[in-house]
T-cell receptor, first 113, second 114 residues
């Protein structure tokens, strides 16, 4: 079956512009996660959605970052007024209800110039 | 504060020998541990996991060992194959605290030499 998909695969934007990154989780997975990986670093948790519960936003680095999940499926991560330090690979993952293992998409490489 | 640490950024092993990747953690609330493998330009793929109630889990060539008293886990790959060359991340979760998010280490780049 189809895995987690993300779009775009690459995004180059100018400092100060807004960007939207999209994630399509595995069908039927109730949990969805966003992480980012900066150069040479591990994966950093950003936000987590589980069903209809309020999202866990504890990893969002600033109020310029927001995410939503519509209809319990597709999610969009929005970064407003992008800064150069936002440059990273943004990874989305999904998991089945109460499952530990998360399945990752290929990521979106964001470059802020 | 790095709760999950992989102190070796890289490791080089000869094909056919054993690869041992190490991971240390500081949060005693972690109760589930996972290893992910990542190829360039791809997302991480799940490899193997272990619950804190166990000290060993084996799946084919891959074995994960957990030493709770030392807050240390390791991944053994034997025999190592060229296709194992990738970046390996360990991750931990504190599900008993209601947290489903994973905390990742910085990764170890494994290179298998023919």
């Amino acid at each position: 079956g189809a895995g987690v998909s993300q779009s775009p695969s690459n995004k180059v934007t100018e400092k100060g512009k807004d960007v939207e990154l999209r994630c399509d989780p595995i069908s039927g997975h109730t949990a969805l996660y966003w992480y980012r990986q900066s150069l040479g670093q591990g994966l950093e948790f950003l936000i987590y959605f589980q069903g209809n519960s309020a999202p866990d936003k504890s990893g969002l680095p600033s109020d310029r970052f927001s995410a939503e999940r519509t209809g319990g499926s597709v999610s969009t991560l929005t970064i407003q007024r992008t800064q150069q330090e936002d440059s990273a690979v943004y990874l989305c993952a999904s998991s089945a209800d109460r499952a530990y293992e998360q399945y990752f998409g290929p990521g979106t490489r964001l470059t802020v110039t | 504060d790095q709760q999950v640490k992989q102190n070796s950024p890289s490791l080089s092993v000869q094909e056919g020998r054993i690869s041992i990747l190490n991971c240390d953690y500081t949060n005693s609330m972690f109760d589930y541990f996972l290893w992910y493998k990542k190829y360039p330009a791809e997302g991480p793929t799940f490899l193997i996991s272990i619950s804190s109630i166990k000290d060993k889990n084996e799946d084919g060539r891959f074995t994960v060992f957990l030493n709770k008293s030392a807050k240390h886990l390791s991944l053994h790959i034997v025999p190592s194959q060229p296709g194992d060359s990738a970046v390996y991340f360990c991750a931990a979760s504190a599900r008993n605290q209601g947290a489903q998010k994973l905390v990742f280490g910085q990764g170890t780049r494994l290179t298998i030499n023919p």
